[in-house]
T-cell receptor, first 117, second 114 residues
Framework: AQKVTQAQTEISVVEKEDVTLDCVYETRDTTYYLFWYKQPPSGELVFLIRRNSFDEQNEISGRYSWNFQKSTSSFNFTITASQVVDSAVYFCALSEGFYNQGGKLIFGQGTELSVKP | DTAVSQTPKYLVTQMGNDKSIKCEQNLGHDTMYWYKQDSKKFLKIMFSYNNKELIINETVPNRFSPKSPDKAHLNLHINSLELGDSAVYFC?????????????FGAGTRLSVL
């Protein structure tokens, strides 16, 4: 069965701290895709990153970095030098590669990050 | 121009009423989706359409009926609204190729059933 677990429901940090959001997934497929989305207080869902199951390279984009480890089925997200504008709910999601799955995203429960000045 | 647009943004209605939410995308995508976000912020797929054809119907009550008049539109009609239907409904779209493609979301429609 497919499942995404974000064990941290809420995290609170002070500005400039580094913070890591954990994501653990379950799937039987060998081809799958992992995503992170951000939902700021305004409510929209903003795409951050997509990784496929064949590419375990870590990725860095500015203050954001992602660590994908198939051995532990984890796809963790780190924000370096956090800022107040990073305050949001962050969702990790899984999508499997077979057509009959329709490309649906299976979301984790979300982690609410609060960055205080 | 907004890539995926939903209307209305807010919808307040009484139990038992019928309501519709509209979704349009101008990204040229072939696949569109409806997701429901409950009060605990949990997001779950409801429907997926590819080229106007229903691909996913994820155990959603029959009171919910999606309609896709063309590839750029996917509307959601809800009959006999119940209190438990109160949620935020998100429309999304992606290119063909199913799982590998990025889904872009609309701003959401907050439905409140009184």
């Amino acid at each position: 069965a497919q499942k995404v677990t974000q064990a941290q429901t809420e995290i609170s940090v002070v500005e400039k701290e580094d913070v890591t959001l954990d994501c653990v997934y379950e799937t039987r497929d060998t081809t799958y895709y992992l995503f992170w989305y951000k939902q700021p207080p305004s409510g929209e869902l903003v795409f951050l990153i997509r990784r496929n199951s064949f590419d375990e390279q870590n990725e860095i984009s500015g203050r954001y970095s992602w660590n994908f480890q198939k051995s532990t089925s984890s796809f963790n997200f780190t924000i370096t030098a956090s800022q107040v504008v990073d305050s949001a709910v962050y969702f990790c999601a899984l999508s499997e590669g077979f057509y009959n799955q329709g490309g649906k995203l299976i979301f984790g429960q979300g982690t609410e990050l609060s960055v205080k000045p | 121009d907004t890539a995926v647009s939903q209307t209305p943004k807010y919808l307040v209605t009484q139990m038992g009423n019928d309501k519709s939410i509209k979704c349009e995308q101008n990204l040229g995508h072939d696949t569109m989706y409806w997701y429901k976000q409950d009060s605990k912020k949990f997001l779950k797929i409801m429907f997926s359409y590819n080229n106007k054809e229903l691909i996913i119907n994820e155990t959603v009550p029959n009171r919910f009926s999606p309609k896709s008049p063309d590839k750029a539109h996917l509307n959601l009609h809800i009959n006999s609204l119940e209190l438990g239907d109160s949620a935020v409904y998100f429309c999304a779209s992606s290119l063909p190729g199913q799982g590998l493609n990025i889904q872009y979301f609309g701003a959401g429609t907050r439905l409140s059933v009184l």
